[in-house]
């Protein structure tokens, strides 16, 4: 015969212990001993939840100390752990000098559009850049002026400080605007936001220091010796690889708006990192399923895509258009508009398309540049994409992803024409090469032969 369940009483103790039985006396003089000892026992787990709760306070507070103590000697405060999201490494290491608390990235702030709390002062910016020395000044932008600075733990600093006497809502709008794009990405070839500033007139943005020049500074020959087919292919793919994670890879989508020679900073290994994203627009949750964003016309002249320009019809393909500009650049060295040059050759992507159109490349190739088989074949092949991504109507380019594919078989041909015995890295990431400093490896790179250098293996 199948046993009633036996009913809930609501006399249950926290042991949940059941209701009498008629016929259980016995058995329930033997669970008022276990109750008293099961009482005993809770009695002594709660006081040892009580001592272990008192040490875990003093911990904490220990740990509070610490760091107050860590921020006041200088450690970032408010930034994200470094990490390398195109090679899926992710680093974070509790002696590290980035110290990972309410970061732009993660508290969010950024993703809600709000800005978080300003973590610099104004005092310690002052002292980085010395008091804004001329000395420390890098350059000047729309925006304003640029400072290299020295943080107290050693750090170098890039300081974005805006315009004061010309500060209005569109300076205001770019810096919030570059604040809450920095904070919601992360990649080995963008800039990295270390923490921001207001204070009284003053609106200041600090971001990491990458030393090298602008790539428009390489390719004018007022930085480096000079950079080779295999360098400019480098930093073509680089940047291919930057702005498809803006396109692909973050939420939401971010168009950066002025790709540009001068906005690709160059590291001291020739590597390049995307910067300044005052114009970028990062796509509103409604506006994803959208096929383009209708907004005012910003850019750089020589850049802009003539459809955007015609439509105020942003798209992700505006930035391929610039990216095309870009690739002649890197091609032929000349900037997108040259006024002293003769009227057939003052606007650059026109002429270069010309000599490719008339099967003329190598015509249209930087003087610096050396002319061989494996050169000859890479100009021909990036001018080529270049056409492609230039096309008069948007829907005829292609995806930013897919460039970086093109240029990425381009600088693997290229490799294996210019040195057949240096077989290329089997990674698709586009930091595997060159394995070490090209200032020290370029006669293994480029082949370049000199008695001061052997030959070695790469």
């Known amino acids: 015969m199948k046993k009633s369940p036996i009913p809930y009483s609501p006399q249950l103790n926290q042991n949940y212990q059941f209701s009498k039985s008629k016929h259980g006396d016995d058995r329930n003089e033997s669970k008022k001993k276990g109750q008293s000892s099961q009482s005993a026992l809770s009695y002594i787990r709660a006081a040892a939840k009580k001592f272990a709760g008192i040490i ?34 992710y680093s974070r290491n509790s002696s590290s000098k980035y110290r990972l608390s309410e970061s732009y990235g993660s508290n969010g702030g950024a993703a809600s559009g709000k800005i978080g709390t300003p ?14 020395s001329l000395a420390n000044k890098l350059g000047e932008g729309g925006f304003g002026a640029v400072y290299k600075g020295l ?19 569109a300076i205001s709008a770019e810096f919030s605007n570059e604040i809450l794009t920095l904070s919601t990405i992360e990649h080995m070839n963008l800039v990295r936001l270390y ?25 004018d020959g007022k930085r480096g010796d000079g950079l080779e087919m295999a360098e400019r292919l480098d930093i073509a793919t680089d940047v291919a690889h930057a702005v498809t994670y803006l396109h692909m890879y973050t939420d939401p989508p971010i168009i950066h708006r002025d790709i540009k020679a001068s906005n690709i900073l160059i590291t001291e290994k020739l590597r390049a990192k995307v910067a300044d ?42 930035d391929v258009y610039s990216f095309g500009v870009l690739l002649v650049e890197l091609m032929t060295g000349r900037q997108p508009i040259e006024t002293k040059k003769p009227d057939s050759e003052r606007l650059t992507l026109r002429w270069a398309m010309q000599k490719l159109k008339h099967g003329e490349p190598v015509l249209a190739m930087d003087p610096r540049l050396r002319r061989n088989p494996a050169s000859n074949m890479a100009l021909e092949r990036v001018l080529k994409l270049a056409q492609e991504c230039v096309a008069p109507l948007r829907n005829s380019r292609p995806s930013m992803k897919k460039c970086g594919e093109v240029l990425w078989e381009i600088r693997k041909e290229f490799r294996e024409k210019a040195f057949p015995s240096h077989p290329p890295p089997t990674s698709h990431h586009s930091s595997n090469f060159p394995q070490g400093d090209p200032r020290f490896t370029r006669h293994v790179t480029f082949g370049i032969e000199d008695d001061s250098y052997k030959f070695i293996s790469a």
């Open 195 to 219: 923490g921001y500033l207001e204070h009284e007139d003053e609106r200041i943005i600090v971001v990491e220091y990458v030393g090298n020049g602008t790539l428009r500074e390489h390719l």
């Open 151 to 169: 943080l107290q733990n050693g750090t170098l600093i890039a300081v974005k400080r805006a315009k004061k006497k010309t500060y209005d809502r």
């Open 56 to 89: 875990t306070l003093a911990f904490l507070f220990k740990q509070s100390k610490a760091s107050l103590k860590a921020t006041n000697n200088g450690q970032f405060r408010g930034v994200s752990t470094p990490s390398d999201v195109s090679t899926g490494s």
């Open 119 to 132: 973590n610099f002062t104004f005092a310690e910016i002052n002292k980085a850049t010395q008091k804004f």
């Open 277 to 318: 994203f005052g114009f970028a627009r990062r796509t509103a949750e409604q506006e994803t399923d959208a096929t383009h964003i209708s907004t005012q016309v910003k850019g750089t002249a020589g850049y802009l895509d003539p459809e955007y320009l015609r439509t105020y019809q942003l798209t992700d393909k505006s």
